[in-house]
């Protein structure tokens, strides 16, 4: 077996690891079975054992992969869920899920058999330069923060920030620390602000310290960051900011009439 040749300035562990990548995207080696050692590796790259270690590091800093010790090399069993993060109602008469964002990530969970808990608090903080100018506000402007951070099995999954104008949050249960019956969308309704429209903004970066503390994730994987703006027709109500680690979670957008689709499957 030979490194697929890359460019010039391509390194040849960055080969070697781009090529065990494609192995590991194949489904060579199955969640429970060790990779081969690097011993082995070595024989079949026909390369150093160095460039083979440094070939292991990078998938490992990737969350690709995780070395147990007195064990080998296995594949980081970060299940992949998938999160309908809009789309149409599937069926006439069923929301979408713009409606009642906790409610959809629930039933994800549920159909999936898995177990979502949450941690929940409410933070008074100056407004960052974006979501002041996505609110309508002055920099700095004092806004409440609803945060939620989702875990899934126990194992961290999201962190979610719910940020609104002070003064509309102001006198209602959107200023208290805990989860409010019907969700925050419930309150809206109650104030007149029913939200009928939103806008994501997709990113990915890397995590700062913090963040890497509560992912767990490894030193290589980057954070998928929705920023989602939602609508009345009188404005902006809310920027509901979502972080997701990389390798724990896939967005899924539906475009269109979907009344006619099959139902779902993994992967969908």
Not at 73 to 91: E, I, N, Q
Not at 131 to 148: D, F, K, M, T, Y
Not at 203 to 211: A, F
């Amino acid at each position: 077996m030979t490194i697929p040749r890359g460019t010039a300035q391509s390194p040849k562990y960055q080969r070697l690891a781009a090529d065990l990548r494609r192995r590991i995207a194949a489904g060579e080696w199955p969640s429970d079975v060790p990779l081969p050692v690097e011993g082995e590796l070595e024989q079949q790259y026909g390369v150093a054992r160095n460039t083979v270690r440094l070939a292991v590091d990078v998938l490992v800093n990737e969350g690709r992969l995780v070395r147990l010790q007195g064990k080998g090399t296995y594949l980081k069993d970060h299940p992949v869920l998938d999160h309908r993060a809009y789309g149409p109602a599937l069926v006439p008469g069923q929301r979408d899920c713009l409606a009642a964002p906790t409610e959809v990530y629930t039933k994800e969970a549920h159909e999936r058999g898995r177990r979502l808990t949450a941690d929940f608090e409410m933070l008074i903080v100056r407004a960052r330069v974006d979501i002041a100018e996505r609110l309508g506000l002055r920099p700095g402007e004092a806004v409440v923060v609803r945060r939620q951070l989702r875990l899934m099995d126990r194992e961290p999954y999201s962190i979610e920030e719910s940020h609104y104008r002070a003064g509309l949050a102001a006198g209602t249960p959107l200023m208290e620390p805990d989860p409010v019956p019907g969700g925050d969308e419930a309150v809206l309704a109650g104030l007149g602000r029913t939200e009928i429209g939103g806008v994501d903004h997709l990113v990915s970066r890397m995590p700062g310290p913090e963040e890497s503390a509560w992912f767990q994730g490894g030193p290589g994987v980057p954070l998928l960051v929705q920023t989602r703006v939602t609508y009345d027709r009188r404005g902006p109500v809310r920027v509901i900011e979502t972080r997701y680690s990389a390798d724990r979670c896939r967005l899924v957008y539906g475009l269109g009439e979907l009344a006619a689709r099959p139902a779902p499957v993994d992967g969908d």
